[in-house]
């Protein structure tokens, strides 16, 4: 029987971040970069949680954003939330959808977890980023900082990463997902942004395209 792994592809995406070196510690320390993509495999083969079972909690939980209402008011219809309470609503209802139909799984409880918690062996916990541009994804000042800092979440491990549309470049009137990843992620790929705040840390080209298996792409 084939794994959902073995039909998994990849994108080819560009990004100006340089490839920062992996440290001893990464699965892919050591290992030509043409056979990355086979390191991911091997990564998502482990996991406890399948590409369609997230892929499915993701869009799900999509729809479910614009299917409610905040007292009298319809998301999409009399409010027009930004980008990044749509992305703290995924953040809420992935976790929450998946946890509803896998007890093994549970939404994070302090600030030291992922977002999304295996309870069996946290090693295969989820942190899910979401990002409103087409393809790439970002992270704050601490991504790309090798030492998180005491109770802060390893920034190493696995991902989903969700892009969506602008309230201005959707044609149709609702923003739709426009990429679903899944994949790995070393601390180390992330080049920390200069400033003090904000959200720009970057991936490298080669990390998107090795990493993060696509799931789904609009």
């Known amino acids: 029987m084939t794994s959902w792994v073995d039909d998994l592809t990849f994108g080819n995406m560009s990004s100006a971040a340089g490839l920062r070196p992996k440290e001893s510690e990464s699965p892919y320390h050591g290992v030509p970069q043409q056979e990355w993509r086979g390191i991911t495999r091997e990564l998502l083969r482990k996991q406890e949680l399948d590409g369609s079972s997230l892929l499915e909690a993701v869009l799900q939980s999509w729809d479910d954003i614009f299917d409610s209402t905040i007292g009298l008011a319809k998301i999409g219809t009399d409010i027009f939330p930004a980008p990044q309470v749509l ?22 409880a302090s600030s030291s977890e992922k977002d999304l918690v295996f309870i069996p062996d946290p090693a295969l916990s989820i942190e899910i980023k979401t990002s409103s541009h087409r393809g790439q994804i970002f992270g704050n000042r601490s991504f790309g900082i090798d030492n998180p800092g005491r109770g802060k979440k ?27 990843g899944y994949g790995w992620l070393d601390s180390t790929d992330w080049n920390a942004q200069p400033a003090q705040t904000g959200q720009k840390s970057t991936l490298p080209a080669i990390v998107y395209n090795t990493q993060l298996a696509v799931l789904f792409q609009r």
């Open 87 to 108: 992305g703290f609503l995924l953040h809420e209802l992935v976790p929450l959808r998946i946890s509803k139909t896998k007890p093994n799984w549970r939404r994070d």
């Open 154 to 180: 390893a920034k190493s491990g696995y991902y989903c990463t969700i892009n969506f549309q602008r309230w201005l470049d959707a044609r149709s009137g609702r923003p739709e997902v426009t990429r679903v």
